[in-house]
């Protein structure tokens, strides 16, 4: 499967997407989140066993496409919310991958590109690989991969991931336990396969249903927790806070904010 945001190959049991805008270092745009959808049923009703996710050039994602970023300052109230659903789909899609999910975190991976990187079974990341849930910085709401991160590291943690919107190195998700592995540049690929060879040679039903009791435990929560994050997600989108934290990005300068609401 080829198209312009993405390619997908297949080696035996393991199938591989490679985020493919490195002009534009991977960032998300409208195009690539349906396209990512629809590899990933794909991959979900193929015979491979093991997903592997990496980016083309020196970014593994971003975060949102500027192009489309300039786009919502003009949407619906209507349009906000499906573009949320559309987001929380994607990344509950990836949480509950039916098969093993590996990242392979090539280079930066920013806001939504975190939440990518960091919702696949295990991430392994080069040195110079960088996160952040920058979304305040931005007049954004981290919402729909707050209720994720909160599962993964707690709340204290969650809480300075989050109010701070500061970037991290591998090494700190490695110590917060967000990413298994850092691995060097040359080697992240080799390792990536490694590992899925490593799990191929357990039983695929045993994987199919340690995976699927492991999603069950968390539906119910995720259900009410996602509902929230979604209106929350629409709705900043809307306020005047939004409208200059994505004009000051846009415009490189520094945001003036209002006094909150």
Same mark, same amino acid.
């Given at each position: ?32 989140? &349906? ?10 009703? +193929?015979? =491979? ?5 990496? %980016?083309?050039? #020196?970014?593994?994602? +971003?975060?949102?496409? $500027? ?16 573009? #949320?659903?559309?987001?929380?789909? $994607? ?11 590996? =990242?392979?975190?090539? %280079? ?9 990187? /960091? ?7 080069? @040195? ?13 709401? @981290?919402?729909?991969? #707050? ?14 991931? /989050? ?28 390792? =990536? ?8 040679? +357990? ?7 340690? *995976? ?7 539906? +119910? ?12 997600? &629409? ?14 990005? $846009?415009? *490189? ?9």
């Amino acid at each position: 499967m080829s198209n312009s945001t993405i390619q997908l190959g297949y080696d035996g049991a393991i199938a591989t997407i490679t985020l493919d805008r490195p002009q534009k270092r991977n960032a998300i745009s409208f195009e690539l989140i &349906a396209d990512l959808i629809g590899a990933l049923d794909e991959v979900a009703r +193929s015979s =491979a066993q093991i997903l592997i996710i990496t %980016g083309s050039g #020196s970014a593994f994602c +971003s975060g949102m496409d $500027l192009e489309n970023l300039k786009t919502l300052l003009g949407r619906s109230p209507e349009q906000n919310l499906e573009d #949320s659903q559309t987001m929380a789909r $994607l990344f509950r899609t990836i949480y509950e991958f039916p098969k093993v999910t590996i =990242a392979a975190v090539n %280079g930066p991976a920013i806001a939504g590109g975190t939440g990518l990187a /960091l919702l696949c079974d295990f991430t392994l990341a080069v @040195p110079e690989a960088k996160f952040g849930y920058t979304e305040v910085r931005i007049g954004f709401v @981290p919402a729909i991969v #707050s209720t994720f991160l909160l599962r993964q590291i707690g709340e204290k943690q969650a809480r300075d991931l /989050l109010l701070t919107g500061r970037l991290f190195g591998a090494d700190e998700a490695l110590r917060l336990g967000l990413i298994n592995e850092i691995v060097a540049p040359e080697k992240l690929m080799d390792r =990536a396969r490694e590992l899925a060879n490593l799990l191929l040679e +357990s039983s695929p039903t045993s994987l199919i249903c340690t *995976k699927r009791l492991l999603t069950e435990h968390a539906r +119910s929560e995720l259900d009410a927790q996602i509902e929230s994050a979604v209106r929350e997600n &629409a709705a900043i989108r809307q306020t005047a806070d939004f409208r200059e934290g994505v004009t000051a990005f $846009l415009e *490189k300068r520094k945001p003036r904010w209002r006094d909150g609401q």
